[in-house]
Nanobody, 114 residues
Framework: QVQLVESGGGSVQAGGSLRLSCATS????????MDWYRQAPGRQREWVAR???????GYADSVKGRFTISRDNTKNTIYLQMNSLEAEDTGLYYC????????WGQGTQVTVSS
């Protein structure tokens, strides 16, 4: 059993910032690896960032240098700090535990206006 609850989305103008949170519980709280994904209207879901329990983080080329993934293990929470947002960043953002394929939270909407 894993529960994933995303929050922190909203509407922002291009160049602005948002910080997303993903609260995990159950088995997901003990995962070594967590990911962020997003899905824009009319496009398939794409991988955004990955963080292990320890080690090197990874980012999609489209967000590298602008987004930062982090985690607070004491709170079982994953974060995504998004800076210099662009209209192309608009979408529904999901956190994901690869130990549990096809298990998704409700997502949190990010809308960036030009």
């Amino acid at each position: 059993q894993v529960q994933l609850v995303e929050s922190g989305g909203g509407s922002v103008q291009a160049g602005g910032s948002l910080r997303l949170s993903c609260a995990t519980s159950g088995s997901g709280s003990r995962s070594n690896v967590m990911d962020w994904y997003r899905q824009a209207p009319g496009r398939q879901r794409e991988w955004v960032a990955r963080i292990p329990i320890a080690g090197i983080t990874g980012y999609a080329d489209s967000v590298k240098g602008r987004f930062t993934i982090s985690r607070d293990n004491t709170k079982n929470t994953i974060y995504l700090q998004m800076n210099s947002l662009e209209a192309e960043d608009t979408g529904l953002y999901y956190c994901y535990d690869p130990k549990f394929p096809y298990v998704w939270g409700q997502g949190t909407q990010v809308t960036v206006s030009s």
